[in-house]
């Protein structure tokens, strides 16, 4: 019923930016709290930063001040924008987001997106 499409991956040297956007596309749904995830080869999916639909956000130790995470409720996409990147930072990136559709709460993923930060 509701579909995410993520954008923006890429490769960037140490020190660069890039910035992230996940959609969220259906019918008859409404979106609520957003996440970004990340799992790096050989690690544990890792929550990055989470938003709610008033805005208000959380971070990981490892991101914050580093990486700012938005979103825009008319548009149902959410936004990272990662600042200072860092070789950790190599993962493929998924975002998140909890939905409803048809008075049923539903939970959803991206397909990911490979952000590869070369040092």
């Known amino acids: 019923q509701v579909q995410l499409v993520e954008s923006g991956g890429g490769l960037v040297q140490a020190g660069g930016s890039l910035g992230l956007s996940c959609a969220a596309f259906?019918?008859?749904?409404?979106?609520?709290?957003m996440r970004w995830y990340r799992q790096a080869p050989g690690k544990q999916r890792e929550l990055v930063a989470t938003?709610?639909?008033?805005?208000?956000?959380n971070y990981a130790d490892s991101v914050k001040g580093r990486f700012t995470i938005s979103r825009d409720n008319a548009k149902n996409t959410v936004y990272l924008q990662m600042n200072s990147l860092e070789p950790e930072d190599t993962a493929v990136y998924y975002c998140?987001?909890?939905?409803?559709?048809?008075?049923?709460?539903?939970?959803?993923w991206g397909q990911g997106t490979q952000v590869t930060v070369s040092s």
């Open positions: 998140n987001a909890d939905g409803v559709v048809r008075g049923l709460s539903y939970n959803y």
């Open positions: 259906g019918s008859s749904f409404s979106i609520n709290v």
């Open positions: 938003i709610t639909r008033g805005a208000n956000t």
